[in-house]
């Protein structure tokens, strides 16, 4: 559970799929097509008509705002709604904006008990609409980036998160090879590769220095856990890049799947709990306020084992400080696309100040194992 000055805010930044809502009714928020990414309407129609075997001559576009990374749009056709994910147009980093895994392993998760939308079409011909896309369903239900879930019962609350738990238990028992995914990504030394990524893309997207943010590129390295694991991992699991039910209490859709690979399941469950570790900020209180239902993070720990049969978890405060690490390094290449003039939504202005905070944060954190 990621905080929301940090994360809830990031709910704007790495862009859920069709998940930037109004926090408190749960309605995505909607704009006309901003200038930067608009694209031939006419040809989208005309790829669509072809590969969905209907006519979707009369289809109009909107555009889900507050996202960072892969624009994503509303499509209205023939009484049905749809949803696109694209890559942004202009120069990108490698690796990144990968639309072509995402549809790909969404497309792979249909029948395992994991909830994601159905899949319609990829189409990674730049020719048609000037990058590549994919379709998926449109699902109905609440995005509520606020990890404090207002609007909620505390037993609600409580209900939703349980259910959040084993929804991260059932993708991490997936067997990816089972399911074709033997190749999404490279088996063994997740944390090594990642840490080499996103150290890479964030000297990539620097724009002034940050001490803690290089204390940690060497750090990270050194303080990797011995025991390895291989699952699938989302890579970027929170409440906010979920479709809760419309009135239940459920995951009804997870969705962002951009960052996905075959990695680690503690790389997944640390990401979620980041936000018990950063400082309250922007007058909010803590996450799990007594009360309130939402549970602490040793109550989130033991739903999440229970879920996946795990009896303890070892070396944890590692997998805090990789994850803070790894989203200041994401943070700070919202910020640099934003002065590139290629982020998807205004809000890049706000990041300047978050990859610092994050960075420091995982840095303390890290005096503290190594004491």
Same mark, same amino acid.
């Given at each position: 559970?990621?905080?929301?000055? =940090?994360? +809830? &805010?990031?709910?704007? #930044?790495?862009?859920?799929? &069709?998940?930037i809502?109004?926090?408190?009714? $749960?309605?995505?928020?909607?704009?006309?097509?901003r200038?930067?990414? &608009?694209?031939?309407?006419?040809?989208?129609?005309?790829?669509m008509?072809?590969?969905m075997?209907? %006519?979707?001559t %009369?289809?109009?576009?909107?555009?889900?705002?507050? +996202?960072?990374?892969?624009?994503?749009?509303? =499509?209205?056709?023939?009484g *049905?709604?749809?949803?696109?994910?694209?890559?942004?147009?202009?120069?990108?980093l490698k690796?990144?904006?990968?639309?072509?895994?995402?549809?790909? =392993?969404i497309?792979?998760? &249909?029948?395992?008990?994991?909830?994601?939308?159905?899949? !319609?079409?990829? /189409?990674e011909?730049?020719?048609?609409?000037g990058?590549?896309?994919?379709?998926?369903?449109?699902?109905?239900g609440?995005? =509520?980036?606020?990890?404090?879930?207002?609007g909620f019962?505390?037993?609600d609350?409580a209900?939703?998160?349980?259910?959040?738990a084993?929804?991260?238990?059932?993708?991490?028992a997936?067997?990816?090879? *089972?399911v074709?995914?033997?190749?999404?990504?490279?088996e063994?030394?997740?944390?090594?590769?990642? @840490?080499?990524r996103?150290s890479?893309? !964030?000297?990539a997207s620097?724009?002034e220095? @940050?001490?803690?943010m290089?204390?940690l590129?060497?750090?990270?390295?050194?303080?990797?856990?011995?025991? %390895?694991e291989?699952?699938? *991992?989302? $890579? %970027?699991?929170?409440?906010?890049?979920?479709?809760?039910?419309?009135t239940?209490?459920k995951?009804?859709a997870?969705?962002?799947?951009e960052? #996905?690979?075959?990695?680690?399941?503690?790389?997944d469950? $640390?990401? /979620?709990?980041?936000? !018990?570790?950063?400082?309250?900020a922007?007058?909010? $209180?803590?996450?799990?306020?007594?009360?309130?239902?939402?549970?602490?993070?040793?109550?989130?720990?033991?739903m999440? /084992?229970?879920?996946?049969?795990?009896?303890?978890?070892e070396?944890?405060n590692?997998y805090?400080?990789f994850?803070?690490?790894?989203i200041? *390094?994401?943070?700070?290449?919202? !910020?640099?696309?934003?002065?590139?003039?290629?982020?998807?939504?205004?809000h890049w202005?706000s990041?300047?100040?978050?990859?610092?905070?994050?960075?420091?944060?995982?840095?303390?954190l890290?005096q503290?194992?190594?004491?």
């Amino acid at each position: 559970m990621i905080s929301k000055s =940090i994360l +809830g &805010r990031l709910s704007h #930044s790495k862009i859920p799929t &069709r998940s930037i809502p109004h926090a408190m009714s $749960g309605h995505p928020e909607l704009t006309p097509v901003r200038d930067h990414h &608009r694209f031939d309407e006419d040809a989208l129609a005309s790829y669509m008509s072809e590969h969905m075997e209907d %006519d979707f001559t %009369d289809l109009s576009v909107q555009q889900f705002e507050g +996202g960072q990374s892969n624009p994503t749009f509303l =499509i209205h056709a023939n009484g *049905a709604a749809y949803v696109m994910r694209k890559k942004p147009p202009g120069t990108l980093l490698k690796s990144a904006h990968a639309v072509d895994r995402e549809y790909r =392993i969404i497309t792979a998760l &249909r029948d395992t008990g994991v909830p994601v939308p159905n899949t !319609y079409a990829l /189409c990674e011909d730049d020719s048609v609409i000037g990058t590549s896309f994919f379709i998926m369903e449109n699902v109905e239900g609440r995005v =509520i980036p606020d990890p404090r879930l207002p609007g909620f019962t505390p037993e609600d609350r409580a209900a939703l998160y349980e259910d959040f738990a084993s929804v991260m238990a059932k993708l991490h028992a997936v067997d990816y090879k *089972a399911v074709d995914l033997q190749s999404f990504g490279r088996e063994g030394n997740y944390f090594e590769r990642q @840490i080499s990524r996103w150290s890479k893309q !964030y000297v990539a997207s620097q724009t002034e220095d @940050i001490p803690e943010m290089n204390a940690l590129m060497e750090w990270l390295p050194k303080h990797i856990p011995k025991i %390895d694991e291989q699952t699938i *991992a989302h $890579g %970027d699991f929170r409440m906010g890049n979920c479709i809760i039910h419309p009135t239940k209490p459920k995951v009804a859709a997870l969705l962002d799947w951009e960052l #996905s690979t075959i990695g680690h399941p503690l790389g997944d469950l $640390g990401y /979620c709990c980041m936000g !018990y570790h950063l400082p309250p900020a922007d007058g909010e $209180g803590n996450i799990a306020e007594p009360g309130s239902g939402v549970p602490t993070e040793s109550e989130f720990l033991s739903m999440y /084992c229970k879920a996946a049969g795990r009896d303890k978890i070892e070396n944890w405060n590692f997998y805090i400080a990789f994850n803070l690490f790894r989203i200041a *390094a994401i943070i700070q290449g919202v !910020y640099r696309r934003g002065l590139d003039g290629n982020a998807s939504s205004e809000h890049w202005r706000s990041r300047r100040d978050e990859c610092k905070r994050s960075a420091k944060c995982a840095w303390e954190l890290a005096q503290r194992i190594d004491a």
